[in-house]
């Protein structure tokens, strides 16, 4: 069975384009939102499980690992209020994900499909602040592992 062609979704390259959720990561009471890593999580990995490979994938979350784990080094020991300070170190870093997805897309759309492309953009373009960063950080974790569970077994 194709776990990965769930529903009348089009398979990767058909004419309807992907709904991707609204970029929201917080509660009205600043608590992150459990659909985030869940439902939304679910529907981004779905959107992406026919057309972005596992490995490809992984590559752009290691990325983002990578930079949560420097800004947690950075962050250690300071005191909450001095996290945005140490966040904005990281910020240029973050925000160039936002080119080499681009890139990666130009050069393959097998690759990097729009699905992709238009993930990372509409989350770097969202985040802000450190909070924003590692409630992105979390969403993104999710949607890999759902991915992983909807992707063919292919990969």
Same mark, same amino acid.
């Given at each position: 069975? $194709?776990?990965? =062609?769930?529903?009348?979704? @089009?398979?990767?390259?058909?004419?309807?384009?992907?709904?991707? &959720?609204?970029?929201?990561?917080?509660? &009205?009471?600043?608590?992150?939102?459990?659909?985030?890593?869940?439902?939304?999580?679910?529907?981004?990995?779905?959107?992406?499980?026919?057309?972005?490979?596992?490995?490809?994938?992984?590559?752009?979350?290691? $990325?983002?690992?990578?930079?949560?784990? =420097?800004?947690?080094?950075?962050?250690?020991?300071? @005191?909450?209020?001095?996290?945005? !300070?140490?966040?904005?170190?990281?910020? @240029?870093?973050?925000?160039?994900?936002?080119?080499?997805?681009?890139?990666?897309?130009?050069?393959?759309?097998?690759?990097?499909?729009?699905?992709?492309?238009?993930?990372?953009?509409?989350?770097?373009?969202?985040?802000?602040?450190?909070?924003?960063?590692?409630?992105?950080?979390?969403?993104?974790?999710?949607?890999?592992?759902?991915?992983?569970?909807? =992707? !063919?077994?292919?990969?």
């Amino acid at each position: 069975m $194709d776990r990965g =062609r769930q529903g009348n979704r @089009p398979p990767h390259g058909g004419s309807q384009p992907v709904r991707l &959720p609204e970029v929201k990561y917080f509660t &009205p009471e600043g608590n992150l939102r459990p659909e985030l890593v869940d439902e939304e999580a679910r529907q981004v990995g779905q959107a992406l499980a026919n057309g972005i490979k596992a490995s490809q994938l992984r590559r752009f979350y290691a $990325d983002v690992l990578a930079l949560r784990r =420097r800004f947690e080094q950075e962050a250690a020991g300071k @005191p909450t209020s001095e996290w945005q !300070r140490v966040f904005e170190s990281v910020l @240029p870093e973050f925000k160039m994900l936002r080119a080499k997805t681009f890139y990666a897309h130009k050069r393959s759309a097998t690759i990097c499909p729009a699905e992709m492309k238009e993930f990372i953009d509409r989350h770097v373009g969202a985040v802000s602040g450190w909070n924003q960063f590692l409630a992105f950080c979390r969403h993104f974790e999710a949607v890999v592992a759902y991915h992983k569970y909807l =992707r !063919r077994e292919s990969d």
